[in-house]
């Protein structure tokens, strides 16, 4: 893949170009890593999709960050990130933190939306106040691990973020590089949360989490799609809450489903 930087922010994205006419696909990761998550897709989709990879705000390579930089302006820099490929529409694929920062963009560019896939997230139009103060309070939690020891708490993480052993191991290896300084921006992702009406849709919603993903997670897909019953919904089974990485090979499958319109089984 190629990298580059976008102006004027400390973004740094990826872009792999199939063909001209081949379809945009958008990949957001979960937070504490980075772009690499998706290496298994990227594999899979680069001869079929263009495909633009992000590194989020403090992760990866996108570290050079100004003083009035926050994790709120990342649907800008997404939307400018599209205007300088010359992108119109692109299908939007989010994991965790991904899935916020992709629903936080089509709240805000839904006209730029081919379709929106949310992964290990909730619905951030109608988060449940009761979760969000479980989620605040266990973020904290771990929060502190990190502050103590990137180490230690990459260790813990890893077993929270995934299920399988290779994708435990492959999250950590990914979450040691995240250096503590950039914890600060995550603070403000409650600025996206409960801030817009969900509008009707024009384009398909895909939500899921895997089967071994915690009990809250669960809940939060279930009530989501109680909210939407018109999205598609899918629990994977043996993965955690990065589904991408614990089953790649079903996950990839789903997604070029979903892309083409076909029948996605337990929806």
Request: proline letters at 3%; charged letters at 25%.
């Amino acid at each position: 893949m190629t990298q580059k930087k976008l102006k004027h922010s400390p973004i740094v994205y990826y872009i792999s170009k199939h063909d001209g006419k081949a379809e945009w696909i958008c990949l957001l990761h979960a937070a504490f890593v980075n772009h690499l998550m998706f290496r298994e897709q990227i594999n899979e989709f680069k001869d079929k999709y263009n495909i633009l990879a992000i590194d989020i705000i403090g992760h990866g390579q996108s570290t050079e960050v100004k003083k009035k930089d926050g994790i709120l302006k990342m649907s800008e820099w997404i939307k400018e990130i599209l205007i300088v490929e010359g992108i119109e529409k692109i299908h939007i694929v989010g994991v965790s933190l991904g899935s916020v920062l992709a629903q936080d963009f089509a709240n805000h560019y839904p006209d730029m939306v081919k379709s929106l896939a949310c992964f290990g997230g909730y619905d951030i139009n109608h988060f449940d106040s009761n979760l969000q103060q479980k989620n605040n309070i266990a973020q904290m939690f771990m929060m502190m691990k990190a502050i103590f020891s990137i180490k230690w708490f990459a260790k813990a993480n890893k077993k929270i973020s995934a299920y399988t052993e290779k994708a435990q191991n492959d999250f950590y290896e990914l979450n040691v590089l995240f250096p503590k300084k950039s914890l600060m921006y995550l603070a403000g992702l409650d600025g996206m949360v409960n801030k817009h009406k969900s509008q009707q849709r024009m384009y398909p919603l895909l939500i899921g989490c895997g089967e071994n993903d915690i009990p809250e997670e669960l809940d939060a897909i279930k009530m989501w799609k109680e909210t939407e019953p018109s999205c598609r919904s899918v629990v994977f089974e043996n993965a955690g809450h990065c589904v991408n990485m614990d089953v790649p090979q079903t996950f990839n499958n789903i997604m070029e489903k979903f892309w083409n319109g076909e029948n996605i089984q337990n929806t």
